[in-house]
């Protein structure tokens, strides 16, 4: 697909008509501060403090400005002003968040097992690593990330699920995995149960609710 697009789900990049961009450490903070913002945008002073925190130049605003029109010269990032003292990121520049998101909304949506796969496969192949690992100290970067590795946990038990569903073999192997990294969510357990039962295994399932509520 061609056209500006922004990655945050990994360290942050940004491709033009998928090519990669070089992209400087302040317009690298100045897009991950849009995206945390969404489509409504941030005002001035909030993409001000982005950059620098509680220091400032004095020159800080017109710099903004300087480093908005780089965005769009250097990357090709299209940035709009919705509002007075407001910067957002034009629609049509696409964000690997919300790609993620819609695959994830689609696959939940899907008639069947294979179609909620292709979706869910989809979303999985956006991760790079760590959201916005290369700007921990950015606003807003850090309850971003635990609400997307939320959507993440969520996003490899509906893979596990609709394996399980569509009779895959190594569905028991990848639930066990899931189960053995996260042991406190109490839905991994229920689907290596699931798994195990439907693989004629009960026993096997009876023990694993067993060490489950242990």
């Not at 450490?25 to 489509?39: H, K, T």
Request: no cysteine.
């Amino acid at each position: 697909m061609g056209g500006a697009r922004i990655g945050v789900l990994g360290p942050t990049t940004v491709s033009m008509d998928d090519r990669p961009l070089p992209l400087p450490p302040a317009q690298r903070s100045l897009l991950a501060a849009l995206v945390l913002s969404g489509r409504q945008g941030a005002s001035v002073e909030q993409l001000i403090d982005a950059l620098w925190g509680d220091h400032p130049p004095r020159t800080a605003e017109r710099t903004l400005h300087s480093h908005v029109s780089r965005l769009r010269s250097m990357v090709g990032v299209d940035v709009e002003r919705p509002l007075p003292g407001r910067y957002a990121l034009a629609a049509g520049v696409m964000v690997d968040v919300d790609e993620f998101e819609s695959a994830l909304a689609r696959g939940r949506l899907a008639p069947t097992a294979p179609e909620a796969l292709g979706e869910f496969d989809a979303a999985h192949r956006l991760w790079r690593g760590i959201p916005f690992s290369d700007l921990d100290d950015a606003p807003g970067a850090r309850p971003e990330r635990v609400r997307l590795q939320e959507l993440r946990d969520q996003l490899d038990e509906m893979r596990l699920e609709a394996l399980i569903a569509s009779g895959a073999r190594d569905a028991i192997a990848r639930a066990r995995a899931l189960v053995d990294q996260e042991p406190l969510r109490e839905r991994r357990w229920a689907l290596l149960m699931d798994a195990l039962y439907r693989d004629g295994r009960q026993a096997e399932a009876l023990a694993a609710f067993q060490e489950a509520r242990q």
